[in-house]
T-cell receptor
Framework: NAGVMQNPRHLVRRRGQEARLRCSPMKGHSHVYWYRQLPEEGLKFMVYLQKENIIDESGMPKERFSAEFPKEGPSILRIQQVVRGDSAAYFC??????????????FGEGSRLTVL | GDSVTQMEGPVTLSEEAFLTINCTYTATGYPSLFWYVQYPGEGLQLLLKATKADDKGSNKGFEATYRKETTSFHLEKGSVQVSDSAVYFCALRVSNELVFGKGTKLTVNP
């Protein structure tokens, strides 16, 4: 039973380019969460999605960031016109029932974005 | 807002030493509390949890007790092993998200 798969593991972009991070949840999980970890900081919640729906995006920056979780395929976190401050590790987590259930999230290994 | 504060790392111990990683929280009501662990090169995974006051979570020799009076959820292990070297995150659940502390890196030397 494969875990949460994130790719790419490492991504380098120049300022102004776009970054796309992909997350395939565990089999049978329809709830996906994205977190960001800045250097020397803890993980910060960004967005919570179910299939085809954004449930809570209260942690997403208002501009340049977007997320989707289509009916088919992985969840995508998209960052347009990246800036150096976007350099961070982005973690995806999934859950079969949502965090209101057991509270357990299953995390991927993260995607590390470096903006030059 | 709701938050978690955990002791600054890094923490370096010798094998078989006693471990305590302090965690305190600020929240309205009585949130569920968690410890997650991240081993090198891996994603975070749930270590243990407690859902109400005085509950004790335990797993792999680690324990933490939900203390309402001190708003704390300290992680302890009586005898650490080299394989326990990892980053440990304290967290609480608020609505649709987990709120994490900054993490404490533990290194256990043989």
């Amino acid at each position: 039973n494969a875990g949460v798969m994130q790719n790419p593991r490492h991504l380098v972009r120049r300022r102004g380019q776009e970054a796309r991070l992909r997350c395939s949840p565990m089999k049978g999980h329809s709830h996906v969460y994205w977190y960001r970890q800045l250097p020397e900081e803890g993980l910060k919640f960004m967005v919570y999605l179910q299939k085809e729906n954004i449930i809570d995006e209260s942690g997403m920056p208002k501009e340049r960031f977007s997320a989707e979780f289509p009916k088919e395929g992985p969840s995508i976190l998209r960052i347009q016109q990246v800036v150096r401050g976007d350099s961070a590790a982005y973690f995806c987590a999934s859950s079969p029932t949502g965090i209101e259930g057991t509270g357990e999230l299953f995390f991927g290994e993260g995607s590390r974005l470096t903006v030059l | 807002g709701d938050s978690v504060t955990q002791m600054e790392g890094p923490v370096t111990l010798s094998e078989e030493a006693f471990l305590t990683i302090n965690c305190t929280y600020t929240a309205t009501g009585y949130p569920s509390l968690f410890w997650y662990v991240q081993y090198p090169g891996e994603g975070l995974q749930l270590l243990l949890k407690a859902t109400k006051a005085d509950d004790k979570g335990s797993n792999k020799g680690f324990e933490a007790t939900y203390r309402k009076e001190t708003t704390s959820f300290h992680l302890e292990k009586g005898s650490v092993q080299v394989s326990d070297s990892a980053v440990y995150f304290c967290a609480l659940r608020v609505s649709n998200e987990l709120v994490f502390g900054k993490g404490t890196k533990l290194t256990v030397n043989p």
